[in-house]
């Protein structure tokens, strides 16, 4: 798979439920980070993890990193209609950002 | 504090005329970065760019592609002689620094439409 590669690739939830998408990546990294973007938008930083860290929460988002799986995972809860978008992972390499190919989450009302 | 501005945001061109896309960094940025998303994928870096400098430029097409970020005003992607392959969303993100820790922050995009 490519690095920053995200998965499932689309995901259908009700509202209120929780979402939970998951990155592998290949290469070490210095830090991963989560974005959004709302069809036909530009992207949204939503959080960034340290390569020392393990678990980051930020509102409704929770994000975990597994270095030694190359790993991370985005947990939305409680979700909400307005949380429909793509979701993308993206690796530093050191001079530039790696991003995967995107979870598109649909929340239902 | 005005965020990552990129005009145009939609741009229509014939093939084999030029495109030029412009990008200005936020206030108190010197990091500019291209990026390129097709239908359906995620982002793909082309270029990183500090003033007057072209830092990494491993993700841009050997020809017809060049970027610039002069001393003054914004960066500038250009293509020239646009394919249909072309046809993208092209965004610019700037940083304060390249520590990796700081975020880039992305502009709106400039979605290319190549006829």
């Known amino acids: 798979s490519q690095q920053g590669e995200e998965d499932p690739q689309a995901l259908s939830i009700q509202e209120g439920e929780n979402a939970t998408m998951n990155c592998s990546y290949k290469?070490?990294?210095?830090?991963l980070q989560w974005y959004r973007q709302n069809s036909g938008r530009g992207l949204v930083h939503l959080i960034l993890i340290r390569s020392n860290e393990r678990e980051k929460h930020s509102g409704r988002l929770r994000v975990t990193l597994d270095t030694s799986k190359k790993s991370s995972s985005l947990l939305i809860t409680a979700s909400r209609a307005a949380d429909t978008a793509s979701y993308f992972c993206a690796t530093d390499e050191g001079r530039q950002l790696t991003f995967g190919s995107g979870t598109q989450l649909t929340v239902l009302p | 504090n005005a965020g990552v501005m990129q005009n145009p945001r939609h741009l229509v061109r014939r093939r084999g005329q030029e495109a030029r896309l412009r990008c200005s960094p936020m206030?108190?940025?010197?990091?500019v970065y291209w990026y390129r998303q097709l239908p359906e994928e995620g982002l793909k870096f082309m270029v990183y760019l500090q003033k007057e400098n072209i830092i990494d430029e491993s993700g841009m097409p050997k020809e017809r592609f060049s970027a610039e970020f002069p001393k003054e005003g914004p960066s500038i992607l250009r293509i020239q002689q646009v394919v249909r392959g072309d046809s993208a969303a092209y965004f610019c993100?700037?940083?304060?620094?390249?520590?990796?820790?700081?975020?880039?922050?992305f502009g709106p995009g400039t979605r290319l439409t190549v006829t």
């Open positions: 290469t070490s990294i210095n830090n």
């Open positions: 206030k108190g940025h010197s990091h």
């Open positions: 993100a700037s940083s304060i620094s390249r520590v990796p820790s700081y975020e880039q922050y």
